[in-house]
């Protein structure tokens, strides 16, 4: 029988595994809960639901951090798990396609490659796909004939600001701005102004639910604990202040497209501007940050429909149709 293949798309804060043999994507959590430091405790969503909220000797944590592995053990550990539920238990032999950043050292793009060899899960081949052009696939664009693709991805860590072009990535930056700093800022307002300390996880929740919020013209109403009395109190917080904190990270995001804008080469700059941005990734869905692009750059903006998969959906498509084989590429000995 023919291996099976998968395409792995591994976030900082969400893993998407795509499984040739039914057609699907999971999304889990790319967590991992330990206990007393040493034993294995949880994984995937059921980590997460400890995160913030377990007893000192449970430490959950990411073990991809800024787009890249930073905690091998772990992420081989949580790959096995992930690999074996999505098996239904036995792992067959299997082909493996992973998304890798661009803008990273060949060691840290070679860490993902190793990471799949070395978790115990069959892998027979393993191919790299560069993240940006698996977005495009995954967001319906011909990257292959197009000259002068931009893809921005907002994820948890990281926001990718990539141009492509002819399949091939002409420029790609990394910053390290992304759904948590939105959190941060918001937590950081809310403490500033109502003297409240608020979780992660409340902070989270405010900003997904952000446009819900001021379409209905409701404040957001949060738990947290009171600075000075150190009592745990309801506060309701109108949505200005949120979206006020969100700013400034906005605007680094767009900076940071300037700046590529600025060093593309001329001849991409039509096609650029006839498409626009094209924006993907989790957080890229936050009120406002599409309109304030829109307004700062000029250039139209096009959302997409399940930014979280689209990484994952490019892989499927990288996988399911050999006209697209040509941009996955093998770095087995690269490097050493
Ligand atoms: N509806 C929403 N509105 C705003 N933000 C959202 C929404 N849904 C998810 N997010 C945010 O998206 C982020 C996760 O997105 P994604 O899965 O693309 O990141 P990641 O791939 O794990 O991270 P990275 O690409 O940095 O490694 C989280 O910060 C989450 O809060
Ligand atoms: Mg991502």
Redesign the pocket.
Known sequence: MANNIFGI????????IYNRADDSVM?EK?MIAIENKKTFFAYGDSAFEMYEKAPGNIVASYP?S??VIADIKNMETLLKYFINDISGGSIKPSDYYVAV?TDVTEVEKRAFYDLIKDANVKAKKIMVVE?AVADGLGLDIDVKNSQGVLIV????????VSILSLGGIVLSRLIKV???K??EAIRTAIRNEYSLLIGGKTA?KV?????ELEKAGKPAVVYGRDIVSGLPVEREIPTALVSNALIESFNTIIDSIKVILERTPPELGADIYKHGVYL????????HLAGLMQKSTGLKVNVCEN??ES?ARGLSKVIKDDNYKSVAYSIEGMGR
Not at 207 to 211: E, Q, Y
Request: glycine share 16%.
């Open positions: 798309d591994l976030g900082t804060s969400n893993i998407k999304v790319n991809v800024n787009g950043p993240k991805n907002v994820g948890y860590d990281t926001t990718e992304g759904g948590l939105f959190d989270e900003k997904v639910n952000l446009r993907t990734g989790g957080a890229s869905q936050v009120s930014p979280i990484v």
